[in-house]
T-cell receptor
Framework: RKEVEQDPGPFNVPEGATVAFNCTYSNSASQSFFWYRQDCRKEPKLLMSVYSSGNEDGRFTAQLNRASQYISLLIRDSKLSDSATYLCVVSFSGNTPLVFGKGTRLSVIA | ETGVTQSPTHLIKTRGQQVTLRCSSQSGHNTVSWYQQALGQGPQFIFQYYREEENGRGNFPPRFSGLQFPNYSSELNVNALELDDSALYLC???????????????FGSGTRLTVV
């Protein structure tokens, strides 16, 4: 079983749609959780950290369910500029190596 | 504040050759991690350097080696290149404090290695 599993997509959605990505992780000792965004042929960039209480940043909402070892990302009112690959990332602590999922590809269509 | 810079940006090598990739960490950061990202995959952890010593290694063979220098910059060396080594190699720097807390990672834009 892979450490971090994501649906690879692609998700093709119209502008303005709401889209949700899910991710599961296998190591119950994981302490830090993130969503990264990666544009084609570029480096990953931190989109947001994920906290147990859930957190929101503008149109983006992240949720963590430790009991189910499940992380989600919700994007509301999708923009063309949201088209990218979204990587689910976990680590044991803030300084230990990041473990990446394969990523979920999103295409927002006009 | 300068970010993480990697060189070269692109490289083509022949199977069996050796390659050295370079990374300058972000100002104020003392730890460097290297990741390999094959096409269609997420980045995979290769190893991490802290205080010039390897401080954690992923599932990569010994022909992948590295160095960290006193200025916290780093090199990744790969010997006896194989076709499957073709990938984007990402360097990420971070600050690890004596308390054990960290700053989070900043990624460089990567070196795209093609082995033919």
């Amino acid at each position: 079983r892979k450490e971090v599993e994501q649906d690879p997509g692609p998700f093709n959605v119209p502008e303005g749609a709401t889209v949700a990505f899910n991710c599961t992780y296998s190591n119950s000792a994981s302490q830090s959780f993130f969503w990264y965004r990666q544009d084609c042929r570029k480096e990953p960039k931190l989109l947001m950290s994920v906290y147990s209480s859930g957190n929101e940043d503008g149109r983006f909402t992240a949720q963590l369910n430790r009991a189910s070892q499940y992380i989600s990302l919700l994007i509301r009112d999708s923009k063309l500029s949201d088209s990218a690959t979204y990587l689910c990332v976990v680590s044991f602590s803030g300084n230990t190596p990041l473990v990446f999922g394969k990523g979920t590809r999103l295409s927002v269509i006009a | 504040e300068t970010g993480v810079t990697q060189s070269p940006t692109h490289l083509i090598k022949t199977r069996g050759q050796q390659v050295t990739l370079r990374c300058s960490s972000q100002s104020g950061h003392n730890t460097v991690s290297w990741y390999q990202q094959a096409l269609g995959q997420g980045p995979q952890f290769i190893f991490q350097y802290y205080r010039e010593e390897e401080n954690g290694r992923g599932n990569f063979p010994p022909r992948f080696s590295g160095l960290q220098f006193p200025n916290y910059s780093s090199e990744l060396n790969v010997n006896a290149l194989e076709l499957d080594d073709s990938a984007l190699y990402l360097c990420a720097s971070s600050l690890v404090r004596l308390t054990g807390t960290g700053s989070g990672y900043t990624f460089g834009s990567g070196t795209r290695l093609t082995v033919v």
